[in-house]
């Protein structure tokens, strides 16, 4: 079992930035691919990006290509999410998710956190 615990959500303006975090225990953290989903308002969760246990493969939405970064420090137990250039349709609960493949472009969730809000105000 892996736990995961976010944190960093909160109001920014437009064309702010945020960094999520996401601490994880239990399972070896090293072992797992680690992702990043979100939900908007009266939509689905939808994929936002992954990065495999060591880094070397990364893989991001469209949505948020060239706006967020993924990464990841397996000495620490945790993931970030950077997102600079926010926008009001980024407005969402983020969730921290794990692998238990080390895969970015088809991650598969196995084990999700409680999420985080993000709120983008215009």
């Known amino acids: 079992q892996v736990q995961l615990v976010e944190s960093g959500g909160g109001l920014v303006q437009a064309g702010g930035s945020l960094r999520l975090s996401c601490a994880a225990s239990?399972?070896?953290?090293?072992?797992?691919?680690m992702g990043w989903f979100r939900q908007a308002p009266g939509k689905e969760r939808e994929f936002a990006a992954a990065?495999?246990?060591?880094?070397?493969?990364?893989y991001y939405a469209d949505s948020v290509k060239g706006r967020f970064t993924i990464s990841r420090d397996n000495a620490r137990n945790t993931t970030w999410l950077q997102m600079n250039s926010l926008k009001p349709e980024d407005t969402a609960v983020y969730y921290c998710?794990?692998?238990?493949?080390?895969?970015?472009?088809?991650?598969?969730?196995?084990?999700w956190g409680h999420g985080t809000q993000v709120t983008v105000s215009s």
């Open positions: 998710a794990a692998d238990r493949a080390n895969r970015a472009y088809d991650f598969r969730a196995a084990w």
């Open positions: 239990g399972r070896t953290f090293s072992n797992y691919a």
């Open positions: 990065i495999t246990w060591g880094g070397s493969r990364i």
